[in-house]
């Protein structure tokens, strides 16, 4: 039986992750934190690529598989199979969701396209995530994050003014971000079926998530034709001082002044609060006007100290500061212990203890559970055969001569 | 200028709505109207919703009192899916969203305001006076959401600590969204999305090894991300009130927020040690996985993440030679010669105009997209097609092209009904019809500057 907790508020609620890496199945494992009982259907040879992605376990299966497939149990099931595509209508019938992203057009041509699915199940609600939407002339594109990032716009404004454009921190945040959409689209249509009976399916595309979090820049474009450019690590379009500077010990710290208040005590930190008067810099527009030179002045101080002593005097005027952590800094960090941000869990299988994010957001009724980590491929492949479907060993042994589990 | 958008379906343009006339000003809750199903058919299918306003989150009412965006994003997202949202603003200049970015027409409207504050009414009231707050206290009596993002011990001080409007409103789901949580030895550090960035170690990561850290793409990144965390926590707390009666706090650091989603890099160093570097354009996991430079001077991204995916670069660059396994077709063997295999792709680029990379990149199926300005998505036609971008007429300012809303929802597409509302546009509305006060009392807390 899955060990779903009764009094979480997804309790009861079933949900089918037949996608792969992080994307739609983020949205799977927020689900599956707040009482979905979640079931990660996998192709039985290698599974979900995920497994794959970033650095292996004594298991084989990757640290970010066993982090973000948490609280799933793994089905293997061929859908290219037709009695692969049987079962997993079968399956279909009996839950509330389904998280998916097929290239559009894949699960149609295996006949489980949305019309099939909705008939079987019209209470179905359905989770498409793709590189460019289901609609659209490049729907049929591959994307993954890292085109996302530069279809939807941030990864030309990430980088030194002219320079290479980066990676915007990580290369991975289209499909989070993604995820997070997704699960929200779900969680309305949840809502909405309550009400009505009638299911629905979420379209969400990876470039939109990124595009849709620019703040002014369509707008801006669209009234003054304004193009923004990469700002380096100097945000000086509306706000300065606002970026990041190096200490005296090699490290760096983030400083933003988004209002004269700000500077004010930014400048007292410094010990010269006549930098804020009025005549001299004290007024925001004349800050941009002159933002090298109060970079510069910042920039002097930060490095005749070290980051300690920098965020110190910064964090004693309430000027907003911080350092720029690395992992090793954020792990021995006292309040992300506090927030218990950092979960360890043991993974037997593996002789370790992991230690990963813990659940985010927090809730105070009703917090999210961790059951257990990314399961090992078609672990539960039996058991929910028989729990969901009233299958016996034969049928299940027949299945898998077939090479369909 | 804005050439080729056009209007957008998924976007109700309604500038003739006159404010004040939407029903759901009403006390009570809208009825649950269920919708016929066809009998003794043994596969119902859902008739479609026969009235098309009806949106998941139809009769909830959110109250908005934050700044800026981290918060009230996800208050933006409700409303575009059917909440009425009722923004409460300080008298006195309001929101100071209002004046961040790039002015307009109106004084109380930068850009940024008028986008990101869509589909909500504006009500002034001044928190730090008592009358105020037994204001706010009734308001937040007939409301099911109430979103804010102060220093945490903020409200606290105005008497609106959380016993105190749980007293009120047992069925309240608050959201609080704050640079650090609301616990925590730093819970009183002011936090914007610039420092959370840096706090959660996003910041460390952008730009080239050993060279100055960069922004990461956009500044409130992390404000958005805090937002969608704490709109899928206000999503789950509405069901959970909706099964049992009971209301709850939902609590969201934005450095948290940002931390969550950086894949393995907590495992990895909690695992074996290993302290993620800035990758400049590149990435750890995959070759080539990053930026090029075209030879007119524009960029692509290339992201061969599988060997199956480099087998197809290779033949798009007419190379087929270098999928062997022998030389480059397996990924730890990319991985090993990374300068190699990324210089091999930087001439391969560099040869060719950026439109003949894509042409001959997307003919082979390899992964591939432009480095896009905000002028290149503008002449988009797969942006113009998706709807991307949505013309809504803004008051006092005209037409505003603004992102349209995501995700997508087949049966109940979400919805822009107006651009960012005039400073207290719907105070007296509120106080007259929702709280029942009186016209003259009205007057009078208006006089001594409460609201």
């Not at chain 1, 593996?350 to 999210?368: A, D, H, Q, R």
């Not at chain 2, 798009?316 to 210089?343: C, F, H, I, S, T």
Request: charged share 25%.
């Amino acid at each position: 039986m899955a060990e779903t907790d009764t009094t979480l508020p997804l309790a009861g609620i079933r949900v089918i992750d037949a996608a792969t890496v992080i994307a739609a199945p983020f949205c799977a494992t927020l689900l599956g934190e707040f009482g979905a009982d979640v079931l990660k259907v996998e192709h039985p040879i290698g599974g979900d690529a995920l497994r794959r992605f970033g650095t292996p376990t004594a298991r084989g299966d990757t640290l970010t598989w066993l982090s973000e497939s948490r609280n799933k149990r793994s089905v293997t099931l061929n859908l290219q199979h037709p009695d692969g595509a049987r079962v997993f209508k079968e399956l279909i019938a009996q839950t509330d969701v389904l998280c998916e992203n097929f290239r559009p057009g894949t699960l149609e041509k295996w006949g489980l396209g949305w019309d099939v699915l909705r008939k079987i199940n019209p209470r179905l609600i359905m989770l498409r995530v793709t590189g460019y939407g289901q609609t659209g002339p490049y729907r049929d594109r591959p994307g993954f994050a890292r085109i996302a990032h530069a279809v939807g716009g941030i990864a030309y404004l990430a980088g030194m003014p002219k320079g290479t454009p980066v990676t915007p921190g990580s290369t991975t945040l289209a499909d989070y971000m993604t995820g997070l959409y997704g699960c929200i689209g779900v969680l309305l249509a949840l809502r909405y079926r309550e009400q009505t009976g009638c299911g629905q399916y979420v379209d969400a595309a990876l470039y939109e998530s990124v595009f849709r979090c620019s703040d002014e820049l369509v707008p801006a474009y669209g009234m003054y034709g304004k193009v923004r450019e990469r700002h380096g690590s100097h945000y000086n379009e509306f706000a300065c001082p606002h970026g990041h500077f190096q200490t005296k010990d090699g490290k760096w710290v983030a400083i933003s002044c988004a209002t004269d208040k700000l500077f004010a005590r930014l400048a007292n930190a410094m010990g010269r609060p006549e930098l804020a008067s009025s005549s001299v810099y004290g007024d925001q527009k004349v800050r941009l006007a002159h933002a090298s030179d109060v970079n510069e002045i910042v920039r002097d101080w930060c490095s005749s100290l070290t980051r300690a002593e920098v965020l110190e005097r910064c964090y004693a005027t309430a000027t907003p500061a911080a350092p720029l952590n690395d992992i090793a800094d954020f792990f021995g960090d006292r309040h992300v212990h506090a927030r218990r941000n950092l979960v360890a869990i043991d993974a037997p299988d593996i002789g370790e203890t992991l230690i990963m994010p813990n659940i985010v957001p927090k809730l105070s009724e009703t917090p999210g559970k961790i059951r257990s980590l990314g399961p090992k491929l078609g672990e539960h492949t039996d058991e929910v055969l028989r729990e969901w479907l009233g299958m016996d060993d034969e049928q299940i042994g027949e299945l898998r001569a077939k090479r369909v589990i | 200028m804005a050439k080729g958008v056009r209007p957008t379906k998924t976007t109700n343009q309604t500038s003739s709505v006159p404010e004040g006339s939407e029903s759901a000003m009403s006390t009570e809750p809208e009825v649950t109207a269920s919708v016929d199903e066809p009998r003794n058919d043994p596969m119902p299918m859902p008739e479609p919703a026969t009235n098309r306003d009806r949106l998941p989150l139809s009769g909830i009412r959110v109250i908005d009192v934050g700044n800026f965006l981290a918060g009230p994003y996800a208050a933006s997202i409700l409303g575009e899916f059917g909440a009425e949202v009722l923004k409460v603003e300080h008298p006195i200049g309001g929101d100071p969203m209002r004046r961040f970015g790039t002015p307009t027409t109106r004084h109380d409207a930068t850009l940024a305001w008028l986008s990101e504050a869509r589909n909500r009414k504006s009500a002034t009231i001044d928190l730090r006076q008592p009358e105020g707050v037994q204001l706010f206290l009734k308001l937040v009596a007939k409301s099911d959401i109430l979103i804010e993002n102060f220093r945490p011990g903020t409200m606290e001080e105005w008497g609106l600590s959380w016993p105190t409007l749980q007293a009120v409103n047992p069925g309240l789901i608050m959201l609080r969204v704050s640079g650090y949580g609301q616990t925590g030895p730093y819970r009183r550090r002011s936090g914007f999305a610039h420092i959370a960035h840096a706090f959660s170690g996003l910041s460390y990561l952008a730009g080239f090894p050993g060279e100055t850290p960069v922004l990461p793409g956009t500044a409130p990144l992390g404000d958005y991300i805090a937002s969608l965390f704490g709109a899928v926590g206000v999503l789950i707390a509405l069901r959970h009130k909706e099964l049992t009666g009971r209301g709850q706090l939902i609590d969201v650091g934005i450095y948290e927020a940002v931390f969550r989603i950086l894949d393995e890099i907590a495992p990895a160093y909690g695992l074996f040690g290993k302290i993620r570097e800035r990758e400049g354009a590149g990435s750890f996991v995959a070759v080539p996985h990053g930026h090029f430079r075209t030879k007119d001077g524009k960029w692509v991204a290339i992201a061969c993440t599988t060997d199956k995916m480099f087998e197809r670069l290779a033949e798009a660059m007419e190379r087929p030679e270098l999928a062997a396994p022998e030389l480059y077709g397996d990924q730890r063997k990319r991985l090993a010669a990374r300068d190699v295999v990324n210089q091999i792709t930087i001439e391969w680029v560099g040869s060719l105009t950026r439109d003949e990379v894509m042409r001959r990149c997307l003919e082979k199926e390899v992964p591939v997209g432009p480095l896009n300005s905000i002028a290149d998505m503008f002449n988009d036609e797969h942006f113009r097609a998706r709807g991307n971008l949505a013309r809504v007429e803004a008051e006092g300012v005209g037409e505003v092209v603004v992102p349209n809303v995501i995700p997508t929802l087949s049966e109940t597409p979400g919805r822009v009904t107006n651009l960012g509302p005039p400073l207290g546009n719907a105070t007296y509305e509120v106080l007259r019809e929702l709280l029942d006060i009186s016209a003259e009392e009205i007057k009078q807390l208006r006089a001594r500057k409460i609201i």
